[in-house]
């Protein structure tokens, strides 16, 4: 198993920045691909972006492709999410989470659906005000 702990969301203006971190305790790190999640009150969890085991590949929604940078750091134990240029939009709790795919192929296939990924940290508030 992996634990997870999300930290550095907030209250921002637009066109600010935030960097959102993931700590990860527990199970090797870098046995799972990671992705990121957010929910907006009212509507469905939907996904952000993602990173395989060693951050060769990544993988962005359209909403936040060239503002949002995934990244991690298995020495540290450590996922990363850097926003740039926040808008308004963007308001929502950011959820990582974690996956242990039988492969690359199959997480290549399913890695924005947050169904098949295992482990989930608590969340974090990200506000941009207009």
């Known amino acids: 198993q992996v634990q997870l702990a999300e930290s550095g969301g907030g209250l921002v203006q637009a066109g600010g920045s935030l960097r959102l971190s993931c700590a990860a305790s527990?199970?090797?790190?870098?046995?799972?691909?990671m992705g990121w999640f957010r929910q907006a009150p009212g509507k469905e969890r939907e996904f952000v972006a993602a990173?395989?085991?060693?951050?060769?590949?990544?993988y962005y929604a359209d909403s936040v492709k060239g503002r949002f940078t995934i990244s991690r750091d298995n020495a540290r134990n450590t996922l990363y999410l850097q926003m740039n240029n926040l808008k308004p939009e963007d308001t929502a709790v950011y959820y990582c989470?974690?996956?242990?795919?039988?492969?690359?192929?199959?997480?290549?296939?399913?890695?924005?659906?947050?169904?098949?990924?295992?482990?989930w940290g608590q969340g974090t508030q990200v506000t941009v005000s207009s």
């Open positions: 527990g199970r090797t790190f870098s046995s799972y691909t």
């Open positions: 990173i395989s085991w060693h951050g060769a590949s990544t």
């Open positions: 989470a974690a996956d242990h795919p039988i492969s690359t192929q199959s997480w290549r296939n399913y890695y924005s659906d947050s169904r098949p990924y295992d482990y």
